[in-house]
């Protein structure tokens, strides 16, 4: 049988090819590429748009580099400090460096004298506190500090500030800015300085003033006039709750209905008691790490029995209802001085679905307890987390962002919802 090949027919070859075209047309392709570049930056996540160089860190990517950067700064916990005592809070307008470090570090030792001539420079403006570690060698901390003549506290980690910060390695130097923010972690001590001088040479109250202007004044009380110090602490790290106890709305039980066959329960003989509440319940599971979670939360300060805390309370809690399931976390602040049993009745009441603490109150010293005549002409003297955060009146909602910064002290309960909302709006991260 004879075979017949088939050719397949020969069609026109085209004249433009993908490739081709933009070989030919560079010119083109560059600006096309400047193009997407620019629509793209605004975009782009602010960790993969480096401040500083990579030469200027021990981990040029990942590390706590990667993990910190751009995050609001974390509450540290000390054991012991030599020297003067800091918090996040008081640190409020000012750049601090935390050195984590530890004695028997040789590269940590000797990064000393560039830290001690760091501070030198900047009396003012600058805290710096070498946070030693937990694990071992702060029996020698003393003797080295007055060795070396160290002029800057030196603190004894408790354990948490480290785990916090994710330090796995020293020295580690983690900077952060006047307004509160992490813009270096994990940087070689020969660059501190640079990264120190270019971050004190910022303006903070511009900040702190663009987050205040970020919400109408009438949302305020008293409008315009908003106490300094709220204005102050806008766009700064919120504080921690610091509560003597805690009532976690799920803990409330359901009770049955009665029907003429069911038993009935004894009541209680304790008049004050109230169902579903325990005193010495641990704090609320997601009020543990308050801080470290990336979502908006609202802060309700109050005295429950004043005459307009019902009606703040439950509004707060049809915003809660609303908001909660979009990942808004709320918590009620009951004053130090409040009636705890009744605050709880109260919150039973209303069917509360916020957790609520009873704010811790402010230690005071022998001196200031035993002096009659001082106590009786000074202003009363408000809780621990009351104080943290300029409270002196109540009822006071908080609003604070994804990024843990103060955005609204004061607000309206009626304009909470509408501020929630302009948060809800803006970009994570």
């Given at each position: 049988m004879r075979r017949f090949d088939r050719k397949m027919p020969?069609?026109?070859?085209?004249?433009?090819?993908?490739?081709?075209?933009?070989?030919?047309?560079?010119?083109?392709?560059?600006?096309?590429?400047?193009?997407?570049?620019?629509?793209?930056?605004?975009?782009?996540?602010?960790?993969?748009?480096?401040?500083?160089?990579?030469?200027?860190?021990?981990?040029?990517?990942?590390?706590?580099?990667?993990?910190?950067?751009?995050?609001?700064?974390?509450?540290w916990s000390a054991s012991t400090w030599i020297g003067e005592s800091h918090d996040l809070q008081s640190c409020s307008g000012k750049v601090v460096v935390l050195d984590f470090w530890a004695t028997w570090c040789g590269p940590c030792v000797a990064s000393i004298p560039k830290n001690i001539d760091l501070v030198s420079q900047h009396p003012d403006d600058l805290v710096f506190i070498g946070m030693h570690s937990a694990t071992s060698g702060w029996d020698k901390a003393p003797q080295m500090v007055e060795d070396r003549k160290i002029?800057?506290?030196?603190?004894?980690?408790?354990?948490?500030?480290?785990?916090?910060?994710?330090?796995?390695?020293?020295?580690?130097?983690?900077?952060?800015?006047?307004?509160?923010?992490?813009?270096?972690?994990?940087?070689?001590?020969?660059?501190?300085g640079e990264i120190v001088k270019k971050l004190l040479g910022e303006n903070s109250p511009s900040a702190s003033v663009s987050m205040a202007s970020s919400f109408s004044q009438e949302w305020f009380y008293r409008g315009a006039n908003l106490m300094t110090s709220w204005q102050k602490q806008h766009g700064q790290p919120m504080s921690q709750i610091k509560a003597s106890s805690w009532w976690d709305p799920n803990s409330r039980t359901d009770q049955p209905e009665k029907t003429e066959d069911a038993p009935t329960e004894e009541t209680p003989s304790d008049p004050t008691a109230v169902t579903g509440v325990d005193e010495?319940?641990?704090?609320?599971?997601?009020?543990?790490?308050?801080?470290?979670?990336?979502?908006?939360?609202?802060?309700?300060?109050?005295?429950?029995?004043?005459?307009?805390?019902?009606?703040?309370?439950?509004?707060?809690?049809?915003?809660?209802?609303?908001?909660?399931?979009?990942?808004?976390?709320?918590?009620?602040?009951?004053?130090?001085?409040?009636?705890?049993?009744?605050?709880?009745?109260?919150?039973?009441?209303?069917?509360?679905?916020?957790?609520?603490?009873?704010?811790?109150?402010?230690?005071?010293?022998?001196?200031?307890?035993?002096?009659?005549?001082?106590?009786?002409?000074?202003?009363?003297?408000?809780?621990?987390?009351?104080?943290?955060?300029?409270?002196?009146?109540?009822?006071?909602?908080?609003?604070?962002?994804?990024?843990?910064?103060?955005?609204?002290?004061?607000?309206?309960?009626?304009?909470?919802?509408?501020?929630?909302?302009?948060?809800?709006a803006e970009p994570a991260g």
């Open positions: 020969s069609f026109p070859r085209r004249t433009f090819r993908f490739p081709s075209f933009f070989e030919q047309n560079r010119v083109c392709w560059a600006a096309l590429s400047t193009l997407v570049f620019l629509v793209l930056m605004p975009i782009i996540p602010a960790a993969a748009q480096s401040e500083f160089p990579d030469d200027w860190y021990f981990s040029p990517e990942g590390g706590v580099r990667g993990k910190l950067e751009g995050k609001p700064g974390m509450p002029n800057y506290p030196v603190a004894l980690d408790s354990g948490s500030t480290g785990k916090a910060y994710q330090i796995s390695a020293f020295p580690t130097y983690v900077i952060i800015d006047r307004t509160g923010v992490i813009r270096a972690a994990g940087v070689i001590p020969s660059r501190v010495t319940a641990s704090t609320p599971d997601e009020m543990i790490e308050f801080s470290e979670v990336e979502k908006i939360r609202v802060l309700h300060f109050t005295r429950i029995g004043h005459a307009i805390a019902g009606t703040h309370l439950k509004a707060l809690n049809a915003a809660a209802i609303k908001y909660s399931p979009l990942g808004v976390g709320f918590a009620v602040i009951c004053d130090h001085d409040s009636e705890w049993s009744e605050s709880q009745k109260t919150a039973e009441t209303l069917e509360l679905k916020i957790p609520m603490a009873l704010d811790d109150a402010v230690e005071t010293t022998p001196a200031e307890t035993t002096d009659e005549t001082s106590a009786s002409t000074s202003p009363r003297e408000m809780g621990s987390t009351a104080k943290s955060y300029n409270i002196r009146a109540f009822p006071v909602t908080v609003l604070v962002d994804r990024q843990g910064r103060i955005r609204a002290t004061g607000i309206k309960i009626e304009k909470l919802t509408a501020a929630i909302d302009q948060l809800l």
